[in-house]
């Protein structure tokens, strides 16, 4: 089958999915562009005609995996009945993915790739992190324009604290063991945060 989509033409694609399952395996730094060639089945020199190293396939990797992430995000906040309850799906958004496309999660948030350095790149993470931002400016527009908080600051303390659940309970990770779930440990963290805010008094 990977003879197959390189004869189509799909060989860029083709290295890009044999990488996804390696950085699974072996981590972001754990491999060779070699072997994800010999993966696909062809020769080393291959992958040079769609890369110029194993740094810019894992930039592809993450490039991918934000405009898949940033799309997950948007459908989580056209599908929320109220600001709030956006919100949140939006949170249980990003646990899906980091669950779902783990190797493009690796590819994005750990293994060490400059997101200013590639312009692809940068548009889709700025994507996703304006998705984040809409939300979080839904969810403020009620409040009093003296009291309200930054959305900025909102979306980006949000994201650090999905990241933080994925890191902790994640892959074996020590918070695994937390009888409570990465679920409800993301939704209560959220709802600390806001009331702390201000934005919500329930």
Known sequence: MARESYHHGNLRQA?????????????????TL???ARLVGVSAAAPYRHFTGRDEL?????????EDFADRLGAALASGRTPL?????????YL??????????????ESGISIAGNSGLTQAAERARGTLLRAAEDLFQNVPA???????????????LS?????????????????ISPSDMLESGTLI??????VITS
């Open 15 to 31: 290295l890009v999915e044999a990488t996804v399952r390696l950085i699974e395996e072996k981590g972001p730094q754990g491999f």
């Open 34 to 36: 070699a072997e994800a």
């Open 58 to 66: 894992v930039e592809e990797i993450a490039r991918q995996g934000f």
């Open 85 to 93: 309850g956006a919100f949140l799906a939006m949170g249980q958004a």
């Open 96 to 109: 899906s993915f980091a669950a779902q496309r783990r190797g493009y999660y690796i590819a994005m948030f």
């Open 146 to 160: 003296d009291r309200r908080p930054p959305a900025g600051m909102a979306a980006d303390h949000i994201w650090a």
């Open 163 to 179: 990241h933080g659940v994925v890191e902790l309970f994640s892959r074996g990770k020590p918070g695994g063991r937390s009888p």
């Open 193 to 198: 945060y806001l009331r702390g805010l201000g």
